[in-house]
């Protein structure tokens, strides 16, 4: 059983920036590709980015492109997401997920992802 564990979260200014972190315990998950979602208040839950289990290669919404970014370190057990010039729009509670096995890709699929975090509160005020 993997348990993953976001941080990092808080209340920050429109512009700012944060970095959260994911961390695994009970597996290694440095063999597996972690994504990235985020639940905005009234809205469903969305995809923000994946990252796969070398790190050399991400994804990312459109909404999110070009201010948020993903990077991991395989050796401590961690994955981050880099928030960028954040906005009052980016509020909401922010999860990493994992899937089951590390030969799944799950992209942008949240039906893929097996583990989930408890997410961590981002609120950006104007």
């Known amino acids: 059983q993997v348990q993953l564990v976001e941080s990092g979260g808080g209340l920050v200014q429109a512009g700012a920036s944060l970095r959260l972190s994911c961390a695994a315990s009970?597996?290694?998950?440095?063999?597996?590709?972690v994504g990235w979602f985020r639940q905005r208040p009234g809205k469903e839950r969305e995809f923000i980015g994946v990252i796969n289990w070398t790190g050399s290669n991400t994804r990312y919404s459109d909404s999110v492109e070009g201010r948020f970014t993903i990077s991991r370190d395989n050796a401590m057990n961690l994955v981050y997401l880099h928030l960028n010039s954040l906005r009052p729009e980016d509020t909401g509670v922010y999860y990493c997920a994992a899937p089951s096995d590390r030969t799944i890709v799950p992209g942008s699929n949240m039906k893929l992802y097996a583990y989930w975090g408890q997410g961590t509160q981002v609120t950006v005020s104007s």
């Open positions: 009970g597996r290694s998950f440095s063999s597996y590709a």
